[in-house]
């Protein structure tokens, strides 16, 4: 593996520079380059013409919910957008956003994952949701509170349909949606418990995952049962892993 550093700069297409964070991407089944971003609201890259068109939320009544922090597919002509405050559904036709799922949807939304049933989970600071049929129900009520209580950073559908699920800041848990059970992970691994915050994962592999943080990253190995730093990567210990 080699970190790879490049650089490309996109304006808009009156030639103006963007400043702003990237807090999410999306690549659609098209190939389309969707990103989220601080208060821009939605960005659509046009690398062939090397410019992107930015959609600011107007349907939010406050700056929070033009904080794009995560972004999902929906269907085959939305986005559901997962805000600082609240779910969004953006028409990628009409170039217009629209609120979604109230009351549940005033929340902070970290995350927003789909698993292999089609149906997505919505990580936030008031539980975790799965959103399915048109329904969203809860499903944290068995976690134990995590350290700020009630907040979930971000969940991972695993490929045997169970979620890695992350409560408070760190708080790494096993769940399975069936038996609503939850397993603690890494409660034996010193380098987790000195971690600060971690913000996101990747299935790797069946039973195996890369999780990483704002203090490096770590691997998950379902057949041993072992949380550990990567080893094989060390350089990204010097990296703040803040967003995913």
């Avoid at 490309?8 to 702003?20: P, S, V």
């Avoid at 949606?177 to 939850?182: E, K, M």
């Avoid at 600060?196 to 770590?218: D, N």
């Amino acid at each position: 593996y080699k970190v790879l550093r490049t650089f490309d700069r996109f304006n808009t297409e009156n030639g103006k520079d963007i400043q702003d964070f990237v807090m999410s991407v999306l690549i659609d089944r098209t190939g389309g380059v969707w990103l989220g971003t601080g208060s821009s609201g939605i960005l659509k890259s046009l690398p062939e013409k090397h410019y992107v068109r930015f959609y600011t939320n107007d349907a939010a009544d406050r700056d929070e919910g033009r904080m794009i922090r995560s972004l999902a597919p929906y269907d085959d002509h939305h986005l559901i957008a997962g805000t600082l405050h609240g779910l969004f559904l953006f028409d990628t036709r009409g170039k217009n956003y629209a609120p979604f799922l109230q009351p549940h949807g005033d929340a902070y939304c970290h995350n927003i994952q789909r698993d292999a049933k089609g149906h997505l989970w919505l990580s936030t600071r008031k539980g975790l949701y799965l959103l399915k049929d048109g329904e969203c129900t809860r499903h944290d009520q068995h976690l134990p509170q995590g350290n700020p209580p009630g907040i979930i950073r971000f969940s991972l559908p695993l490929k045997d349909g169970r979620l890695l699920v992350c409560s408070g800041l760190k708080d790494l848990y096993m769940y399975d949606p069936q038996a609503r059970t939850y397993a603690r992970l890494g409660k034996e691994t010193p380098g987790l418990q000195r971690a600060r915050v971690m913000s996101f994962a990747t299935e790797t592999a069946p039973g195996k995952l890369l999780i990483g943080g704002q203090s490096g990253l770590f691997e998950y190995d379902g057949a041993t049962d072992r949380l550990e730093p990567a080893k094989w990567i060390q350089a990204w210990e010097q990296y703040s892993i803040k967003y995913n």
